[in-house]
């Protein structure tokens, strides 16, 4: 990747394991549900995408120890750590913005239950549009319509052909790839807007936890709670934005941008929940997309 300045760099996130990034509040019968837009469709904040890379790089460089949270024990910092505070932001604001804008990233294909299939993926031009915006453009062909089962329910959709370079994200894409014309196509099912708002809320996972008395091994009292996720499993999208905007950090960097070079195929901890095996994710940028 090179000539970062002013360049939408679009990127695809598979969900490894289940994700849950809660919206903070409650309003239902979910106590810790995740967070959702106005339309009823979850999402992961960019600013949660930010931090989470962020504190990857920081731990795995070892730059608040040599740095002091900041860039200010020269003696100490190396570039790879003025790296991670030019593009993230450093800690202390007054030294200035992030270098890059991580976009909010949103479902594009999501995986559900099928009765007939065990399971298909589902998109809707509300999806595939958000990922346009970022130039995101993995649609080949449109096949004919067909009705499938989602869940127990039989509803119509257009057979979509994804270009197969996305199988690399998640490996349940496998089970969708197709041939066709001489060319290698990832199939999965548009349904109509009006049907995937409830479609989704019906794919997500609730679990209810219970704290245990460890004297006893008995559920303490009062102390019961259901928490959503996202299913493992569902392809997101979203986009880092590269600007010429300059922090404190940036002056000692020599080569800030080499650190969206491990952005290419990565693995990260995002959200809550992590202690309990959830979160996983993979990040890959799409460049040329």
């Not at 837009?37 to 731990?59: E, H, M, N, T, Y």
């Not at 002091?68 to 030019?86: A, H, L, M, P, T």
């Not at 349904?191 to 303490?220: G, P, Q, S």
Request: charged share 30%; with cysteine.
């Amino acid at each position: 990747m090179k000539n970062f300045e002013d360049k939408v760099l679009p990127a695809l996130m598979s969900a490894i394991t289940h994700v849950h990034v809660g919206s903070g509040k409650s309003y239902g019968d979910v106590d810790q549900p995740i967070i959702r837009d106005p339309l009823g469709v979850p999402f992961i904040p960019g600013s949660s995408i930010k931090g989470a890379l962020k504190s990857k790089f920081l731990i795995e460089k070892n730059c608040v120890e040599k740095c002091n949270g900041d860039c200010e024990q020269e003696e100490k910092c190396e570039e790879e750590c003025y790296q991670v505070y030019c593009l993230f932001g450093p800690e202390r604001g007054d030294k200035g913005a992030s270098r890059i804008v991580v976009a909010d990233f949103y479902p594009l294909f999501v995986p559900m239950p099928s009765l007939s299939s065990g399971y298909v993926y589902v998109t809707s031009n509300f999806l595939l549009q958000y990922a346009e915006t970022l130039n995101v453009k993995l649609v080949e062909g449109k096949g004919e319509s067909e009705e499938i089962f989602i869940g127990t329910q039989k509803i119509k959709a257009e057979v979509v052909r994804i270009n197969e370079r996305i199988i690399e994200i998640h490996p349940f894409l496998k089970n969708f790839y197709r041939k066709a014309d001489g060319k290698g196509y990832v199939t999965v099912y548009k349904i109509n807007d009006k049907h995937l708002f409830h479609l989704i809320d019906r794919a997500l996972l609730r679990l209810t936890r219970v704290k245990i008395e460890r004297t006893t091994k008995t559920a303490e009292r009062n102390k019961l709670w259901t928490e959503e996720y996202l299913p493992h499993g569902t392809i997101l999208v979203g986009a880092f934005v590269y600007r010429p905007w300059r922090n404190a950090c940036c002056e000692k960097c020599k080569h800030c941008e080499n650190l969206l070079e491990e952005l290419n195929d990565i693995f990260f901890v995002v959200g809550g929940k992590e202690t309990i095996g959830k979160g996983l994710a993979r990040i890959k940028v799409m460049e040329g997309a």
